[in-house]
């Protein structure tokens, strides 16, 4: 295979990106074809549990990118692949001893959270119509890229597709302030309260909404108010 | 009309006690129900992540049983009546032929029915048994517990389990067509086998070909064409798979293809009593 059949098929070109049939073993590969997809997938899980115990990170890679291959329509693993690169690598890579050099360990570190975040994002397309890996990819942008304002149009796009968890909402908001943007978080949040009416279902905390409310405005008041002194 | 039915249903009645009084599918039922009542050992994974693990497993184990059942039976229908000279004993009675045919087909489907019956409701016992055990680990929280019986009792794993049915009376189908023209069952099996994963395969290599952006001649389309006509697509059958996932799966999309396999059994029927109807026994 050249590098771009590699890329086309399996979605990355690394050294794990080999054949499919190559990867998975005569008896997966067969289990696959003979209509035990979702078998030969569960059985690649288990080997990358195994792997993520020995740490090995490019066999977690592999297996959970050949379980996503197998069935692309199950969301837990595109989740559970994210969560091992992005944050399991990533932080692996960040504390490996055998490398002193910090910059070094950095580098790799933060090329396991683009992996994981490019593999949630072809996730976010393969299963469009949850919510959890759109709020998986928000949690991946504000933990470990620290990228507030994208993590909130994550979690709006969650929210959109009305399977999200309540609390989600208020994420939307608090990115936004997280993000230097006290004054969006309030119209947000002001927007928000006005959504849940007069009689709010308890399960959407109107209370952690005011609460929020009344922060931001003594925020956004106080800070106006240094500036006019 | 009803002395017809009557006499097919005479067929699969002998045809369905015939199989019941082999060990070998009773053998095949206690695996199954060993293999699922065992597939209860990955505790260290989040809940959703066992019932994904356990309906897979439940589901393989269903339709792996109803292949060898299917096939195992099938291969000894026609095949082995004619070695031991009973079909001319049947068929010299007032027994069509193409009676016999649909005779041997119901018995086979009834016993397949009555081994699904089982295992299905071995497989709903394990899942309530699974539901008890995390309900158990995750305490009172009611989010948790709202969501672990949500997996366990969702009705659309009866149309998953209907998806299975219908494929593997497509496949006791095929078997039961080769069986028309075969004089041994290994010819049988390898056949079925044969057409089965080729009928997995056909749509994912059509599909490659295509997005490939090749030009065939008309030789290779024809060749395709027929290969798609004659060959059931069993890709159809992987909204299994989606409902597994915890998609949402229309009744509409289980029905379109539950009535593509009543149509494909049909034909396939139809077909072998038109073979066996000209065959010298």
Redesign the interface.
């Given at each position: 295979m050249t590098r771009e059949q590699r890329l086309a098929t399996v979605g990355f070109s690394g050294p794990t990106a080999v054949a499919v049939r190559e990867k998975l073993g005569q008896g997966l590969a067969l289990a696959a074809?003979?209509?035990?997809?979702?078998?030969a997938?569960?059985v690649l899980?288990?080997q990358a549990?195994g792997a993520w115990e020995r740490q090995q990170w490019i066999r977690v890679r592999s297996n959970l990118e050949l379980a996503t291959l197998l069935?692309p329509?199950?969301?837990?693993f595109w989740d559970?692949a994210s969560w091992h690169l992005a944050w399991n690598a990533a932080v692996a890579a960040e504390q490996y001893g055998g490398e002193e050099n910090e910059t070094r360990r950095r580098i790799e570190a933060r090329r396991w959270v683009e992996a994981g975040r490019e593999l949630l994002e072809r996730g976010t397309r393969a299963?469009p119509?949850?919510a959890v890996l759109f709020q998986r990819l928000g949690d991946l942008y504000w933990q470990r890229l620290g990228d507030y304002r994208a993590a909130a149009d994550c979690y709006r796009e969650a929210l959109a597709k009305g399977d999200a968890p309540a609390y989600l909402e208020r994420f939307v908001g608090y990115a936004l302030e997280r993000a230097g943007d006290p004054a969006g978080a309030l119209e947000y949040f002001r927007e928000l309260r006005r959504s849940m009416g007069s009689s709010p279902d308890p399960a959407r905390r109107p209370d952690l909404v005011d609460r929020e409310i009344e922060k931001l405005e003594r925020q956004t008041t106080g800070s106006s108010g240094d500036r006019r002194r | 009309m009803r002395e017809s039915w009557r006499r097919i249903r005479a067929v699969a009645a002998n045809t369905f006690l015939e199989a019941v009084r082999q060990k070998v599918f009773a053998v095949l039922l206690l695996f199954a129900v060993v293999l699922l009542g065992g597939a209860n050992y990955?505790a260290?994974?989040s809940f959703?992540?066992q019932f994904?693990?356990l309906?897979?497993?439940g589901?393989?184990t269903i339709?792996?049983t109803g292949l060898l059942v299917g096939l195992l039976g099938a291969a000894q229908l026609i095949p082995a009546e004619i070695e031991r000279r009973t079909i001319l004993t049947a068929l010299c009675r007032p027994l069509r032929r193409w009676e016999f045919v649909a005779g041997k087909y119901l018995g086979l489907v009834s016993l397949l029915g009555v081994m699904l019956a089982i295992m299905g409701t071995v497989f709903w016992f394990v899942l309530r048994w699974k539901e008890a055990q995390l309900i158990g680990v995750e305490g009172g929280e009611a989010a948790a517990v709202q969501a672990i019986q949500a997996e366990a009792r969702d009705p659309r794993l009866w149309q998953a389990f209907a998806l299975i049915a219908a494929?593997l009376f497509v496949v006791c189908g095929l078997a039961v067509f080769f069986s028309t023209l075969a004089t041994s069952t290994t010819f049988v099996v390898a056949m079925t086998l044969m057409v089965?994963?080729i009928g997995?395969?056909q749509s994912v290599a059509r599909e490659q070909w295509l997005e490939s952006g090749e030009k065939a001649n008309w030789l290779l389309q024809a060749f395709l064409a027929g290969v798609a006509l004659t060959v059931p697509d069993?890709t159809l059958?992987?909204l299994?798979?989606?409902i597994?996932?915890?998609?949402?799966v229309r009744w509409r999309s289980t029905l379109e293809v539950l009535a593509y396999s009543a149509a494909y059994v049909g034909v396939l029927l139809a077909a072998a009593a038109w073979l066996f109807e000209a065959r010298d026994l």
């Open positions: 074809l003979g209509g035990f997809r979702g078998l997938a569960n899980m288990l549990h069935q329509r199950v969301a837990l559970l299963v119509e949850k | 990955f260290e994974f959703q992540e994904k693990f309906k897979d497993l589901y393989a339709s792996l494929k089965y994963l997995h395969l069993f059958y992987a299994i798979d989606e597994v996932a915890g998609n949402v």
